[in-house]
């Protein structure tokens, strides 16, 4: 069975930093680009970025541009994205995806932001 | 990059009902869409890629058409439990995109 298992996620103050981790079993991981995606509360999904299979090439949304840093480690199974200079209006539910033929979500980790 | 553009936004439907989603991608993408169910508090639910492949142990109900820049999703027989919001999803090139969501209602 695919299986994404996110970790990470909390409570940070604006301007603060936290990282997402993503562990993938279940598919060859080194052959699919993956993305993150988020939610904030009552709203539409909205993707925040993608890297290649090799790690190579990352995609952003412009509204994370320069803050948020997606990354992979093909050795481990293993997906990471790093928030950075974090604002409140990115308090959301952040999920892990394969998007790629067929979609697989990890669980979501919440990401609040406040003061 | 493409764009997807879904409607309706929302619907309300009786139980029996038919109801149909459509999407629409900016650009050509053969037959690259996936269609996703999102209950409150979960994570997207797959429910047919490739345009028209129905993902194992989802109700023959549900069905996917279209290829190109047109596409869309058709629940036969609406039932309670098919209340959610619904998704689709270029897998075309990256970024993938999502529509804006419809969100089902039962009347």
């Known amino acids: 069975d695919v299986q994404l298992l996110q970790s990470g996620g909390g409570l940070v103050q604006p301007g603060g930093s936290l990282r997402l981790s993503c562990d993938v079993s279940g598919f060859t991981f080194r052959l699919f680009a993956m993305s993150w995606v988020r939610q904030a509360p009552g709203k539409r999904l909205e993707w925040v970025s993608s890297i290649s299979k090799d790690g190579l090439t990352t995609f952003y949304a412009d509204s994370v541009k320069g803050r948020l840093t997606i990354s992979r480690d093909n050795s481990k199974n293993t997906l990471y994205l790093q928030l950075d200079t974090l604002r409140v209006e990115d308090t959301a539910l952040y999920y892990c995806?394969?998007?790629?033929?067929?979609?697989?979500w990890g669980q979501g980790s919440l990401v609040t932001v406040s003061s | 990059d493409i764009q997807m553009t879904q409607s309706p936004s929302s619907l309300s439907a009786s139980v029996g009902d038919r109801v149909t989603i459509t999407c629409q991608a900016s650009?050509?993408?053969?037959?690259?869409l996936i269609w996703y169910q999102q209950k409150p508090g979960k994570a997207p639910k797959l429910l047919v890629y490739?345009?028209?492949i129905l993902e194992t142990g989802v109700p023959a109900r549900f069905v996917g058409r279209g290829s190109g820049t047109d596409f869309s999703l058709t629940i036969n027989n609406l039932q309670p439990e098919d209340i959610a919001t619904y998704y689709c999803q270029q897998c075309q090139s990256l970024p993938p995109a999502f529509g804006q969501g419809t969100k089902l209602e039962i009347k």
């Open positions: 995806a394969k998007l790629e033929e067929d979609g697989h």
């Open positions: 650009q050509h993408i053969n037959k690259n």
């Open positions: 490739d345009a028209s």
